[in-house]
């Protein structure tokens, strides 16, 4: 079994979301995550605050705030089990986030050292 | 993070829904009525917080994370109010918000308080001063969490027609200044009465709209029983009338799943299969019925809710007791008789005397001449009467002309079958 890292990005929600349509969007995050878990392929994993500070270079130059446009922004990430890619980017096409247009999910494996 | 892998999460429905309608009325008694925006913000805020947040742990209590998120948020910005304001002038520091002490804050989240924001939130929604229309829009967006395209879905009207109606109102609460309170004494009997009435238009909007879907129509009355149970909660308010209008609302419900057939048509109250009647229901409805006697007062929810609860203890159609309920209609028509109430007290008749009697007594009431030409009830009635003495050129008249009155796809068809039975 390896380790897959799932990142999201963008966003499967609009501002003006109705409270209904925001708790079916959750119940599907929540049915996505209890899926692999119950498969017991979830490690774990966090939202990220959309604020940050990116350091660049040698000189070490320190920028403020969120680096890029929303659809770029990293908003979180989850560790999945899988046996190869392939199992890994099944269960991330089922990843809630790709309902948005600006929705998007990397799969990266990460390298035992 | 942690996440067992036997639990499952799921969330109680209208969870989001419901919260929201508390959330804005804790935080518009904060902010004040003219802010009302600024707390409908701050709860979309929170429900984006958690949005991004429950997927990776889901709180315990997912309704006390809500109240606790919006707390949190409202004391940011007052503490960012104070901290700019204390630049400004520092002697006197006071806020554009009608509350600015973190106590005071603390305790209006707390369960009676919330409680007691979300009424005084019926009332200013249905302030006396709006039209029903607005009235109805406003509480189902404020009260109740409903977006504008969920209102205009549920009212078969459309966005713009909506949105204006919903900044009708806000405009109306936020220029006059009203004050976010429940009124006292002969003010709270008048405002109540308009209260009660929004909450039962609310009710018939699910109950009797032409509305397609059985779900959207069965959110607003479930939506208005909710409302209602939530003044009959209230010591202050609680008068025997909204004990009546809540046994109303349950009573009627109790038949929501057996008066429609697979196919959409409408099933009458005589073919009704009663076993599907929701008891649960009728047993909310008649301990309503029982409290709402607890006084002097007579309303005409209360003689609405006995008539229908006649029909509810009726083992079957053969056994309703019509004497009683003409008795019944004979008292309503006192407090309310409206070209409705006197149609149904026609029924009534005929069922005990005959369609001919029926027929007459309809001829009765007051600009009946007007009533057949524009109300679809009133002819979809007189041809099945017509139909009953035979006279089937005459029904076929009048179910025609319903058929021309009424947009509901249900009631046409129900007409239509009656149609080819005279023709």
């Known amino acids: ?113 | 993070m942690n996440r067992s892998s036997e639990k499952i999460y799921i969330l109680t429905d209208h969870l989001f829904r419901h919260e929201a309608g508390k959330m804005v009325a804790v935080l518009t008694r904060i902010f004040g009525l003219p802010n009302i925006e600024l707390a409908e913000d701050i709860v979309q805020d929170a429900f984006a917080q958690a949005l991004k947040e429950w997927t990776f742990k889901t709180p315990e209590n997912p309704a006390a994370w809500l109240m606790m998120t919006a707390k949190n948020k409202a004391i940011d910005i007052l503490r960012r109010e104070r901290h700019k304001k204390n630049y400004e002038e520092e002697s006197s520091y006071n806020s554009q918000y009608e509350y600015s002490s973190i106590p005071i804050i603390e305790n209006l989240f707390m369960h009676n308080e919330i409680k007691d924001s979300q009424l005084r939130m019926i009332f200013a929604c249905c302030h006396p001063s709006l039209a029903y229309a607005d009235q109805i829009a406003f509480t189902l967006k404020i009260c109740s969490g409903f977006s504008i395209d969920e209102i205009a879905a549920a009212l078969l009207s459309n966005h713009e027609t909506i949105k204006k109606r919903i900044q009708r109102a806000k405009k109306y609460i936020s220029d006059k200044n009203l004050k976010f309170d429940i009124p006292e004494g002969n003010e709270l009997k008048k405002r109540l009465d308009v209260v009660l009435h929004s909450v039962y238009l609310l009710f018939n909007e699910g109950y009797n709209s032409g509305n397609k879907s059985e779900l959207i129509r069965k959110d607003l009355c479930e939506e208005a029983i909710r409302l209602g149970l939530m003044l009959t909660e209230n010591e202050y308010i609680n008068q025997p009338k909204c004990f009546a209008l809540v046994a109303l609302m349950a009573l009627l419900s109790s038949r929501f799943e057996s008066r429609l057939n697979t196919d959409g048509e409408i099933i009458l109250l005589e073919e009704q299969d009663r076993s599907k009647w929701n008891t649960e229901l009728i047993n909310l409805g008649m301990y309503y019925l029982n409290k709402s006697s607890e006084g002097n007062e007579i309303s005409d929810y209360h003689v609405e809710a006995a008539i229908v609860a006649e029909h509810s203890i009726a083992k079957n159609f053969n056994e309703t007791n019509w004497t009683r309920i003409l008795q019944l209609y004979d008292i309503l028509t006192k407090i309310n008789s409206s070209p409705v109430v006197l149609l149904n007290r026609a029924i009534v008749i005929g069922k005990l005397s005959g369609a001919e009697k029926a027929i007459n007594e309809i001829d009765l009431i007051p600009d009946v001449t007007k009533f057949k030409k524009t109300n679809y009830l009133f002819s979809a009635v007189l041809g099945e009467l017509y139909s009953q003495v035979k006279k089937n050129s005459e029904a076929k008249k009048f179910f025609e002309q319903s058929l021309s009155l009424t947009n509901s796809e249900a009631e046409k068809k129900l007409l239509r079958k009656k149609m080819s039975a005279v023709s």
Request: net charge negative; hydrophobic share 35%.
């Open chain 1, 1 to 113: 079994m390896k380790e897959f890292l799932l990142l999201f990005r963008g966003t499967d929600t609009k501002p003006d979301y109705s409270p209904e349509q925001v708790q079916a969007q959750m119940q599907k995050w929540m049915d996505w995550v209890n899926g692999i878990a119950q498969n017991g392929k979830f490690n774990g994993g966090n939202p990220l605050f959309d604020t940050g500070v990116t350091i660049t270079g040698t000189k070490k130059v320190v920028t403020d705030g969120p680096f890029m446009e929303g659809k770029e922004m990293l908003g979180g990430y989850i560790s999945v089990s899988a046996e190869n890619y392939d199992e890994a980017v099944a269960i991330a096409q089922n990843c809630p986030i790709l309902d948005g247009e600006t929705g998007s999910v990397e799969v990266r494996e990460v390298r035992p050292v």
